[in-house]
Antibody, heavy 119, light 106 residues
Framework: EVQLLESGGDLVQPGGSLRLSCAAS????????MAWVRQAPGKGLEWVSS????????YYADSVKGRFTISRDNSRATLYLQMKSLTAEDTAKYYC????????????WGQGTLVTVSS | DIQMTQSPSIVSASVGERVTITCRAS??????LAWYQQKPGEAPRLLIY???NLESGVPSRFSGSGSGTEFTLTISSLQPDDLATYYC????????FGQGTKVEIK
């Protein structure tokens, strides 16, 4: 059974930084692209970033480009999202998602971790 | 960027009724269209991919159709467990979601 467990969400001040983690199990992690998708309170889903199975090809939504960095450690089956220069607009629940086949189609999701940007 | 627009935003129906949700893309996405279900307080769940293919384990009362720019999700006989928000997503170019359709039970 695929399991994705996010952690690292917290209350952070505007301009601050945070690193999210997603521990994966139940599948061969290195064989799959992974993604972060976020959901602001009471709002819809927004794709944030994706990374290939090898970790060599990261992609970002325009809203986070230059501020967020996606990475992965295949030896630890863990996905990361380093976030900096955070603003109130980044307040959201951040979901880790498994990509079916580097297609931006997501067949497994974690339960999410909440990031709140506020002074 | 490809924009996805869902209608209606909210649909209220009785148990056993047929429910249809529409999703329109700002340009053709061929059949690269998925539907997700998100129950209150839960993570999204993939229901349908490539416009009409049912994900494993999804009840057969759910079906999808369409291609190009117009797509529909149909629940043939609404059940209490179907209370949720439904999102379409194009994955022809990156992955853009619709704004969601909330399904309520009358």
């Amino acid at each position: 059974e695929v399991q994705l467990l996010e952690s690292g969400g917290d209350l952070v001040q505007p301009g601050g930084s945070l690193r999210l983690s997603c521990a994966a199990s139940g599948f061969t992690f290195s064989n799959y692209a992974m993604a972060w998708v976020r959901q602001a309170p009471g709002k819809g889903l927004e794709w944030v970033s994706s990374i290939s199975g090898s970790g060599t090809n990261p992609y970002y939504a325009d809203s986070v480009k230059g501020r967020f960095t996606i990475s992965r450690d295949n030896s630890r089956a863990t996905l990361y999202l380093q976030m900096k220069s955070l603003t109130a607009e980044d307040t959201a629940k951040y979901y880790c998602a498994k990509d079916v086949s580097w297609t931006y189609l997501f067949d497994s999701w974690g339960q999410g971790t909440l990031v709140t940007v506020s002074s | 960027d490809i924009q996805m627009t869902q209608s209606p935003s909210i649909v209220s129906a009785s148990v056993g009724e047929r429910v249809t949700i529409t999703c329109r893309a700002s340009q053709s996405v061929s059949s690269w269209l998925a539907w997700y279900q998100q129950k209150p307080g839960e993570a999204p769940r993939l229901l349908i991919y490539k416009a009409s293919n049912l994900e494993s384990g999804v009840p057969s009362r759910f079906s999808g159709s369409g291609s190009g720019t117009e797509f529909t999700l149909t629940i043939s006989s609404l059940q209490p467990d179907d209370l949720a928000t439904y999102y379409c997503q194009q994955y022809e170019t990156w992955g853009t979601f619709g704004q969601g359709t909330k399904v309520e039970i009358k």
